[in-house]
């Protein structure tokens, strides 16, 4: 009887609740006839339907039936920028669409790097067009470096990047790093986004650097004049920078409109990060995981030395399917060390021919593989790359491997030369006026340190020649990298 009584009352409350729902009216959906209550009657716009873009989708959280076909598609259906019209776009579109072998080595460099880039940006909400910003900044070259010494795909100047924690030293620069310099990249976007409140005042200061764009905002404000992008008074580069991502998004979107030809790139990292835990030199690495030299190099462009330290750098990255084999082949070696390369600090300042004979290298090799240009002296506390020895055990400590910096001064050079002596000159006083050795003084005329001259007799000095100003830490890289020219020089960047 119980069990009755529960039935009947269950029953009865369903009851009642399909009358509450057949008769209530809904707080949200709009009635399609005052003449019917009914919930099953289909409900009807009052107008036509009109489509929404993949922007307008996305900001309403509208799932799509099905993943992008591939990456292009995908950073079609992120754009969230506002477009930006105007001859400087068109004048840009055909820039681009003229140069189709051009767009085409862009982009199959880009083929590495885009996957990562679009996955960051969604995971922090941005807009997907973003990651065609390094098509502006280097072509997607990340050993680009500009002529006002501005580095990597996204074009970091060496000041921003220590604000960014990019380190700069003997063995990396992670300005040239691909998921550092992208992760500092967006941090930098986002917090310029944040500041000017637009992408557009975002991008600007990304090329010429917040201070000039807020200095700019302010005298058209002083003057009652407009603040938009369009409206701002900025340097030619800074002003053609938006158009040109605006064409290349432009071209992306709708590539059948400028006769270009994109390749495909499928929705799939292209990458994966590897941990490394010993020291090991980039030609084994390559060797280990089955890759080309130059791929294994395009993929980890940070490491610009021989060696890569794992106390610095504790990842690499390899292409997808030779991770596993690299894992393997690493487990299994036994060939003997991993890396052939070491670390050593000069302690106390040293001609170049005394450390490679301290270090058992040729001078010339000490030189090559430094970057160490004639007539300079190695600075004390200095660091170099030297052979490592079969006995060495230990890798190099983490402080070397993030803070190692090679710091050279110019040898002292000296020129045979004579100068008339004057009354009452003596060996003492010609050192003295000089600042030389008296016993040197003496030496070099064949006389006692305490002889004196006659007046119009001709000493014989040696004085030092100036060769060559201070020179820092890759000197001798400098002439390579100038030879590598970017698409956007970036005179004026803060990057």
């Known amino acids: 009887m119980k069990k009755l009584l529960q039935a009947a009352t269950l029953a ?9 729902t057949s008769t209530a009216p809904s707080a949200t959906a709009p009635q399609a006839s005052s003449s019917t209550n009914s919930a099953h009657t289909p409900q009807y716009p009052a107008g036509p339907l009109a489509p929404i873009t993949a922007a307008q989708a996305a900001a309403m959280g509208v799932a799509m039936m099905s993943p992008p076909a591939d990456l292009w598609e995908r950073i ?18 055909q820039w681009y669409a003229s140069r189709p ?12 790097y885009l996957f990562h880039i679009v996955e960051e940006l969604e995971l922090r909400g941005m807009p997907t067009e973003l990651a065609l910003l390094p098509y502006i900044e280097s072509a997607f070259n990340p050993q680009a470096v500009s002529s006002a010494k501005a ?16 380190r700069q030293n003997i063995f990396r620069d992670d300005r040239r790093d691909v ?3 992208t992760r500092a990249a967006l941090d930098y976007l986002q917090r310029l986004h944040n500041q000017f409140g637009n992408w557009h005042l975002a991008l600007a200061a990304y090329n010429w650097g917040e201070g000039n764009v807020a200095r700019a905002i302010a005298r058209n404000q002083k003057a009652g004049l407009g603040i938009t992008y369009a409206e701002l008074s900025m340097p030619a580069e800074t002003r053609l920078y938006v158009p040109k991502l605006q064409a290349v998004k432009n071209i992306v ?31 084994l690495a390559a060797r280990l995981a089955d890759v080309d030299l130059e791929d294994f190099k395009a993929l980890n462009p940070s490491a610009h030395r021989p060696v890569i330290l794992a106390a610095g750098t504790p990842q690499i990255l390899l292409p997808w399917d030779n991770a596993q084999v690299f894992r393997r082949n690493f487990e299994a070696y036994t060939e003997g060390q991993y890396a052939s390369w070491t670390a050593w600090t000069a302690p106390a300042t040293m001609n170049v021919a005394a450390v490679a004979q301290r270090v058992g290298m040729r001078e010339a090799d000490l030189r090559s593989i430094n970057g160490i240009p004639p007539r300079m002296l190695i600075k004390a506390g200095s660091t170099l790359i030297v052979p490592r020895s079969a006995k060495m055990q230990d890798d190099v400590d983490d402080h070397v491997a993030d ?6 001064t110019p040898e002292i050079v000296t020129r045979r030369t004579t100068v008339k002596a004057g009354k009452r000159d003596t060996v003492a006083s010609i050192a003295r006026r000089y600042k030389l050795n008296p016993a040197s003084v003496a030496d070099w005329n064949n006389v006692k340190p305490g002889a004196a001259f006659k007046a119009g007799q001709q000493v014989v000095v040696y004085l030092p020649v100036k060769v060559h100003a201070p020179v820092a830490r890759g000197a001798a890289k400098s002439l390579k990298a100038a030879a590598i020219k970017p698409v956007s020089a970036g005179k004026g960047a803060q990057r």
């Open 76 to 93: 079609r259906r992120g754009y969230a920028m506002p477009d930006l019209d105007g001859d400087l776009v068109r004048d840009r579109e």
């Open 403 to 408: 803070h190692a910096q090679l710091s050279l």
């Open 12 to 20: 009865c409350l369903f009851w009642l609740a399909g009358c509450a």
């Open 253 to 283: 979107a709708h590539p059948e409109l400028f006769h270009a030809e994109l390749p495909p790139i499928e929705n799939h990292p292209y990458f994966q990060a590897v941990d490394i835990a010993r020291d090991i030199d980039v030609e």
């Open 101 to 112: 072998d051009y767009i085409q080595r862009m982009t199959e460099r880009s083929s590495k």
């Open 151 to 166: 580095a990597g795909m996204w074009q970091f100047m060496p000041a921003t990047g220590n604000d960014f924690q990019l």
């Open 179 to 181: 998921l550092a310099s």
